[in-house]
């Protein structure tokens, strides 16, 4: 069974890190892609970084250029999601998701996880 599945989430105070972390099963995530993407209540769905199959390209939002950091680990087939910084408009569930070409859109992207929240309090 192809699986994503985020973990790290949780509640921070405003300035504070959390590292989300997304392992793939059923598939091998080296090959894909990854982008994660958070959707805040009443808001759609944005991109908030990405990374080549390799890591060695990535995109991030304008949002959180200098505090959120993509990186992978293929040997390990996890790709993580360093937030520092973090301020309360970061508040939303994060996803992460696999695809073939690294990409800011969701559309391009084939498999999801089923997110994990993170709350930032002012």
């Known amino acids: 069974q192809v699986q994503l599945v985020e973990s790290g989430g949780g509640s921070v105070q405003a300035g504070g890190s959390l590292r989300l972390s997304c392992a793939a099963s059923?598939?091998?995530?080296?090959?894909?892609?990854v982008g994660w993407f958070r959707q805040a209540p009443g808001k759609e769905r944005e991109g908030v970084t990405c990374?080549?199959?390799?890591?060695?390209?990535?995109i991030y939002a304008d949002s959180v250029k200098g505090r959120f950091t993509i990186s992978r680990d293929n040997a390990k087939s996890i790709v993580y999601l360093q937030m520092n910084s973090l301020k309360p408009e970061d508040t939303a569930v994060y996803y992460c998701?696999?695809?073939?070409?690294?990409?800011?859109?969701?559309?391009?992207?084939?498999?999801w996880g089923q997110g994990t929240q993170v709350t930032v309090s002012s």
């Open positions: 998701a696999a695809g073939r070409y690294v990409s800011p859109r969701s559309p391009e992207y084939d498999y």
């Open positions: 059923g598939f091998i995530l080296d090959s894909y892609a």
């Open positions: 990374i080549s199959s390799s890591g060695g390209r990535t």
